[in-house]
């Protein structure tokens, strides 16, 4: 159980376009889901975490208006990069937590490069 | 302070070895605590967790919590090859806020 997929798995764009990736829980409702990005050889850096129905909550230095983060089912949460730069280029993951559940299950992580 | 701290290593042990991994983290009424391993270029994927005091084993993997130290480790018994990748300690707070630590590295060496 807990499976926690993501779409799609790698993407390359021009800059300037916009790139939404998909989260999805497969076999729970997740009530909160989170997004990170890691860049090579460094940590997973927290960017938002979204509760199902609400607005995201950005950790600081992210800018909301270009990673837009909707979350509007129990199952589903898409984060668009907006405008994207190479500089956006990374490994965007996202995880999900069940209602009351305390362990978050990551997704396998979408690879972006923006050219 | 950060919430959670790792030895960054790289960690190295020989093949057959015991691997012990340690963190610990700053918010004294933290109720969850959780291991990770991150393959390189994929998502972290959950080892273990543990809530209580003392040891819990599954498989080669024993996870200990110490509270009143802050203190929370993993030993990989046996260390295989396929074990080397980057170990991810996690608390959940009191405020059930999620921190990860930076990640120890662990290479097993055949």
């Known amino acids: 159980g807990a499976v926690v997929s993501q779409h799609p798995s790698r993407v390359i764009c021009k800059s300037g376009t916009s790139v939404k990736i998909e989260c999805r829980s497969l076999?729970?409702?997740?009530?909160?889901m989170f997004w990170y990005r890691q860049f090579p050889k460094q940590s997973l850096m927290l960017m938002a975490t979204s509760n199902e129905g609400s607005k995201a909550t950005y950790e600081q230095g992210v800018e909301k208006d270009k990673f837009l983060i909707n979350h509007a089912s129990l199952t589903l949460s898409t984060l668009t990069v907006t405008s994207a730069h190479p500089e956006d280029s990374s490994f965007y993951i996202c995880?999900?937590?069940?209602?009351?559940?305390?362990?978050?299950?990551f997704g396998p992580g979408t690879r972006l490069l923006v050219l | 302070q950060k919430e959670v701290e790792q030895n960054s290593g790289p960690l190295s042990v020989p093949e057959g070895a015991i691997a012990s991994l340690n963190c610990t983290y700053s918010?004294?009424?933290?109720?969850?605590f959780f291991w990770y391993r991150q393959y390189s270029g994929k998502s972290p994927e959950l080892i273990m967790s543990?809530?209580?005091?003392g040891d819990k084993e599954d498989g080669r993997f024993t996870a200990q919590l110490n509270k009143a130290s802050q203190y929370v480790s993993l030993l990989i018994r046996d260390s295989q090859p396929s074990d080397s990748a980057t170990y991810l300690c996690?608390?959940?707070?009191?405020?059930?806020?999620?921190?990860f630590g930076t990640g120890t590295s662990l290479t097993v060496i055949p």
């Open positions: 995880s999900a937590r069940d209602f009351g559940g305390e362990t978050q299950y």
């Open positions: 076999d729970f409702q997740a009530t909160t």
């Open positions: 996690a608390v959940n707070n009191e405020g059930n806020q999620f921190y």
């Open positions: 543990i809530y209580s005091n």
């Open positions: 918010d004294r009424g933290s109720q969850s």
